[in-house]
């Protein structure tokens, strides 16, 4: 079996006397795409933000490909390969979105504090760029202000800064939350494509059953910040506590 390249340990964080997270244990491993789901309050996005770095944990472990992470900022998390999705909406909202990922590719190389020069002098990243554009479509916008798009294509810019960082592990929480119809499908098809990469790890937290069904190879479901199923999708969604409990008596997910 793949080497897990992320892990929690007992992972715990407490406000006050509420435990939002509770010892969870999880491994997760290239190629594989694994789907968070529970109800309003079980710990879903709390679980991220303490994978990502954007929460302290009370108690336990994170650890990425055998180091622990789990003092490490946001920000070294993210240069030790954790990408976290949806949390990046124009980081230069009056650039164009060619430009705002042509920074990104320019961070992500360590051409961070020449961030003004010529995009001549950059002609690789420049390359590197117009293929993540390109990868999401997003060619026909390219020279408009990030701030000046529809909220689909903002979430399709999102993914290509993310992918401009080259993360080993995407992190997408309901990555198609308040997206129209005409727009879910491009960003759950990115998605997939990403998931098609076997040298890459996806956590999703998703509501909606229909991308659980469409992307899981795995599903996580989280109750009071406990784990309480863990297993292939037809496994854990025959599963008649989660049904009844946590997915609803049709199997539609609590939002």
């Known amino acids: 079996m793949t080497q897990p390249s992320l892990v929690t340990k007992d992972l715990t964080i407490r406000f006050g006397g509420h435990v939002a997270v509770n010892q969870v244990n999880c491994e997760f491993r290239p190629g594989e795409l694994t789907v968070i789901v529970g109800p309003n309050g079980a710990g879903k996005t709390t679980f991220f933000n303490l994978i990502s770095g954007q929460l302290a944990a009370s108690s336990g472990k994170v650890v990425k490909d055998g180091v622990e992470i789990t003092k490490m900022s946001p920000s070294t998390r993210a240069r030790h390969g954790i990408g976290r999705a949806f949390q990046l909406t124009n980081l230069f909202p009056q650039l164009s979105v060619l430009e705002n990922i042509r920074l990104a590719v320019q961070a992500h190389s360590g051409d961070g504090w020449r961030l003004f020069k010529p995009v001549s002098s950059y002609k690789e990243l420049a390359a590197k760029a117009e293929r993540y554009l390109e990868a999401t479509k997003l060619t026909d916008v390219a020279l408009l202000p990030a701030s000046a ?17 080259e993360p080993d592990i995407y992190m997408f929480d309901e990555p198609t939350a308040g997206m129209s119809l005409d727009h879910t499908p491009d960003v759950l098809e990115l998605i997939a494509e990403i998931k098609h990469d076997k040298s890459k790890t996806v956590l999703l937290v998703e509501h909606k059953m229909d991308v659980v069904r469409a992307l899981a190879d795995r599903i996580i479901v989280l109750h009071n910040g406990e784990l309480l199923a863990d297993g292939a999708p037809d496994e854990v969604m025959s599963s008649q506590i989660v049904r009844d409990v946590y997915l609803g008596k049709s199997g539609e997910a609590a939002a």
């Open 149 to 165: 798009l529809p909220h689909g294509d903002q979430r399709k810019l999102e993914v290509a800064l993310l992918m401009a960082m």
